[in-house]
């Protein structure tokens, strides 16, 4: 899996776009760019997923760039249930997954 | 549909002992990947299952073992279990195909005394 870099941290107001970077600058062409969120001691949620256009569902936005190096997450009105790390992996399908630290995600009334 | 299920959802066993935890995929979910999270390593993946053989490894010792089953579940053992076994162990489904994202159960917290 490629390598990703996402900013540690980041804080949110309620109800405003939130929007998480994520650089992934060795991804392959055959490789997704994934991501997921883990609010506290849950699993896993997945949000979102594309290879290289733009995606959206009806949790939020992904924006690729068109050396595909880079990708944006965007939550479109942040509540305060959007509090999780954010992960960011770059991967093949049906493959492992590698998670790295991800970006602590604080949505602030 | 019914989410990834795992069991127990809680264990605390003694060092040396072995313990078996449980994974039911998704309906229609052929892949089971397992990982371990801890506070100082994060998520890491252990293995994943498909049509009951292991198609992916991770780094981890061969005390850490799991099978899938005909019917998609999947059961992972860890043997002589050690104080940094203690994690939150989590099972994951997906569909085999375009995207292949995964699903994640919410986990069973092993604590080794």
């Known amino acids: 899996d490629a390598k990703t870099t996402q900013p540690t941290s980041m804080d949110c107001a309620e109800g405003r776009a939130a929007n998480l970077p994520c650089n992934h600058s060795?991804?392959?062409?055959?490789?997704?760019v994934y991501w997921y969120r883990q609010i506290h001691s849950q699993g896993p949620q997945y949000i979102i997923h594309?290879?290289?256009n733009n995606e959206t569902n009806e949790m939020a936005s992904l924006i690729i760039t068109e050396d595909r190096k880079s990708s944006t997450l965007i939550l479109p009105h942040a509540t305060l249930r959007d509090t999780a790390v954010y992960y960011c992996?770059?991967?093949?399908?049906?493959?492992?997954?590698?998670f790295g630290g991800g970006t602590r995600v604080l949505v602030k009334p | 549909k019914a989410g990834v299920t795992q069991t127990p959802r809680y264990l605390i066993k003694t060092r040396g002992q072995q313990v078996t935890l449980s994974c039911s995929p998704i309906s229609g979910h052929r892949s089971v990947s397992w990982y371990q999270q801890t506070p100082g390593q994060g998520l890491q993946f252990l293995f994943e299952?498909?049509?009951?053989?292991?198609?992916n490894k991770g780094n981890f010792p061969g005390r850490f073992s799991g099978r899938q089953f005909s019917n998609s579940r999947s059961e992972m053992n860890v043997s002589t279990l050690e104080l940094g076994d203690s994690a939150l162990y989590l099972c994951?489904?997906?569909?085999?195909?375009?995207?292949?994202?995964?699903?994640f159960g919410p986990g069973t917290r092993l604590t080794v005394t």
């Open positions: 594309g290879l290289k």
């Open positions: 992996i770059a991967g093949a399908a049906g493959n492992k997954l590698t």
């Open positions: 060795t991804i392959s062409g055959n490789e997704y």
């Open positions: 994951a489904s997906s569909f085999v195909g375009e995207g292949g994202e995964q699903y």
């Open positions: 299952y498909f049509s009951e053989t292991q198609r």
